[in-house]
């Protein structure tokens, strides 16, 4: 068997397992890759000899511990290959996909934790899209909690100076920080700034007053 | 029918309320919080309807007690018909409390205030798209103008809908919003709130805790960033849609003043000298008109009436009472209420917060807290209610120790009575000097050894606009109104228990008991410890008390001047009164009411002693 074959049946189950919370029959497989239930028996008979799937009673298909590392792989390559391909490339989803299904074979694991983070970074920065990247694409899960963040803070820049938000440390404030509108993408200005590093920023039109550590836990780009 | 008014801070809710409803406002406390509701009722087409002015909020899903309050009250329907009150000038971040207003499905009719401002600032508001994009009515008003006000009630009455906008969120909070509603029949706002960690049903809690999980881990972000994010998106794109950008007529930017450290910072002094200079001047001329009236007419009438013993005390305990209550706490207060109305409707206390942040932060507080403490120079029981503004607990432990010690009106009473009157003006601000000192001392203390942690200050800066002497009048008198009912009560009550002490001989009892202590330590007379006793029901008492007491009005001639000052600094100290300690309890509980209690009769005491040994 084809090993783009072998990844393409392991992605298919484990993508059918997450779906639907249960292993796939035969008949639920071969439904799925469009392929006749036969073929598909005659493949599982293969797959069941190189250790990535086990037979259970009433034909359902259970991943093995090696299989089942194989195919999430597979799916988060697919995954971030078709948000690049779409998101940042702009191709349509279906075009997108077909490719991705192609160059989720060939593709190292560095090249996608690469690809992961330039993604993700995109996207903070006011992308306002999520795609379906997701998963260990390296940065913490939680942008709030995120302390490696390299980004300046917005108490590092002066007064007159346009920022636009990149991420919010800590939680401490953050949720009223969102309600006034600091949320990642958005553009600001800071209209005042004392020396001890107070800050009025104009953020959707309203002046918001923060004081020193709230200010210096928010992250930011520096924008014309 | 109850019709509520709902929208962020300082949209000029306040106004159009006020101008729905004439003065005849009613606060009604909501239950089991601090928060005060103002309600008021109208009489249009012969049918009565109650309007309610919610506290303004930037958001429905944050803990703070109004946002807590709002939530509650939308979730309960406790209105038949939203009032949505957006502010013109801001009305992208306006529309984003709105999102949130229409998940809880209440029938709506939008109002965009401040078209006046919005028109200055070249803003033109396109109220027919906006109404087709919300699916609601909207009206365009000028409250400041009074414009389209009157459309208000019937619009509300007739046209209220359901919202048909609802916020596009993240297909994985799209799913996550239809597997609970499928497995656990939640509503859509119930949901939104479970997947933020908001809510009481521990089952979906649950669940939505951890599909929430899942959600950040794909995302790199927080659920609630997520869906701030979408609400934000949504309301750009409408702004966008209906706000058209004409040319902005210059204006003067009277903040490259107010915000600077210079001229900022003398500024701000200067404003709350004269505000507490006034105080003390008008209310000591407005309380000598108001006492001598009440005696002369009243009080002397009274006791020429020559009733029995023990009637005649308690009447008079009432009268003395009523006469503290309306001729002393009041011009003290109502004087201060009015100053302090009058800086809030300018919108300047958002200044002066954030320019006290650096200051306040060495007294381990922020900016914020700035408003709380000016508060307690007119009285301590609405600044430290006021706390609630502070985060943290710390924070908030730190400003009621530090509100204890401001010298509210009733004690500036006693250092104007006393103090100023037989020893000097000059010693009557060296009270306060030492006062000030002791503050910071003590919150250099407390932010070392107080548990918890800080936070910082996010305050949003208020327009500065000009004040509506109608609404600062409403305002004054609603703060008074509250005054009057939670201190006349007590008073009235403190005074007749205190009267019949007095009568059954059991206060002269007490003197002798502490006579060690008041003679010796302190080189008062006698009698001085029934005045400072009575100062711990109302501070203004210690003075009226020792002038009965020592039997002439004239004090000067009873105690020295070193006597009349040691007097007066112990008892400006000396335990904040009952009503204080009352409300410490119910914010903060019993543990810090009594740690505040005993620090500071143990620093009344001390720096009694101390004076005392430095004259003698």
Known sequence: MLPSLREDYLEAIQQFLEKNAHSPRYAELAVTLGKPESLVCSDMKDLVSSGDVSLLPDG?????????????????????????????????????????????????????????????????????????????AGISPRAENDHDCECPSISDCDEGENVIIHCIHGRAGAKRLLDLGMVPGEHASIKRKLSDGALVVQIKGCDVALSPEIASAIGVERSS | ????????????????????????????????????????????????????????????????????????????????VIVAVLDATKLERNLYLFTQVTEFLPRVITVVNMIDEADRQGLIIDGGELSSLLGVPVLLTAASEGR????????????????????????????????????????????????????????????????????????HMSVRQIIAT???????????????????????????????????????????????????????????????????????????????PLVERI???????????????????????????????????????????????????????????????????????SIRILKTRREQTIAAF????????????????????????????????????????????????????QFGMIVEMSVLRRPQARLVLAKSWLRIKEFLFIAMPLLIVTSIALGLLQYYGVTEAFEQLVAPITVTLLGLPEYASTALLFGIFRKELAFETLAVLSGTADLGSVMTAGQLYTFAIVSVLFVPCISTIAVLYRQLGARIAIMISVYTVFLGLTIGAIINMLIT
């Open chain 2, 1 to 80: 029918m109850k019709i509520a008014l709902l929208g962020n801070p300082g949209v000029g809710k306040s106004l159009i309320f006020n101008q729905l409803t004439g003065l005849g406002i009613e606060v009604n406390r909501y239950p089991g919080t601090s928060v005060c509701l103002e309600c008021g009722n109208v009489c249009y087409k012969k049918e009565k309807i109650e309007i309610i002015d919610l506290p303004g909020i930037y958001s429905l899903d944050g803990n703070s007690e109004e946002e807590l309050l709002v939530r509650t009250f939308l979730e309960h329907g406790g209105a038949e």
């Open chain 2, 230 to 308: 979408n609400r934000h998106n949504l309301s750009r794109n409408i702004a966008t849609s209906v706000v058209r950008r004409g040319d902005r007529k210059k204006t003067y930017d009277l903040d490259s003043l107010l915000t600077r450290v210079f001229p900022g910072v003398p500024i701000l002094c200067a404003i709350l000298f004269f505000l507490l200079l006034s105080v003390f001047v008008i209310g000591s001329w407005m309380q000598e008109l108001i006492v001598q009236t009440f005696t002369t007419y009243i009080i002397v009438p009274f006791t020429a009436l020559e009733l029995p």
């Open chain 1, 60 to 136: 359902v298909i259970a991943l093995t511990g090696k299989g089942k590392q194989t195919g999430e792989s597979v799916m988060k390559k697919h995954e971030t290959l078709q948000c690049f391909l779409s998101e940042i490339l702009g191709m349509d989803t279906a075009t997108a996909s077909d490719e991705a299904c192609t160059l989720e074979h060939a593709v190292s694991d560095e090249t996608i934790d690469r690809l992961g983070r330039l993604i993700v970074k995109r996207d903070g920065l006011g992308q306002h899209r999520w795609g379906k990247h997701g998963k260990g």
């Open chain 2, 402 to 453: 530090l509100i204890s010690m401001v010298p509210c009106s009733a004690r500036t009473v006693v250092i104007a009575g006393i103090v100023a009157a037989f020893v000097g003006i000059f010693w009557a601000f060296s009270i306060y000097m030492i006062v000030f000192i002791l503050i910071i001392l003590t919150a250099v203390m407390l932010t070392r050894i107080t548990p918890g942690e």
């Open chain 2, 148 to 219: 389209e006000i009157d459309r208000i009630l019937p619009l509300a009455l007739g046209s209220a809908k359901i919202a048909t906008l609802q916020v596009p969120y993240d297909h994985h909070i799209e799913a996550a919003l239809k597997s609970l509603e499928k497995t656990l029949g939640s509503p859509r706002s119930k949901s939104l709130l479970a997947l933020q960690g908001i809510g009481e049903d521990r089952m979906l809690l649950d669940a939505a805790g951890a599909v929430a999980h899942e959600i950040e881990l794909r995302h």
């Open chain 2, 315 to 385: 009447g008079f305990s009432v009268l003395i009472a009523l006469e503290a209550g309306l001729g002393i706490a009041f011009p003290f207060i109502f004087t201060f209420y009015l100053g302090l109305s009058l800086l809030e409707d300018t919108g300047y206390m958002t200044r002066a917060a954030f320019l006290a942040d650096r200051a306040m932060h060495r007294l381990g507080l922020h900016g914020e807290a700035i408003i709380p403490m000016v508060i307690g120079f007119g009285c301590t029981v609405p600044a430290i209610m």
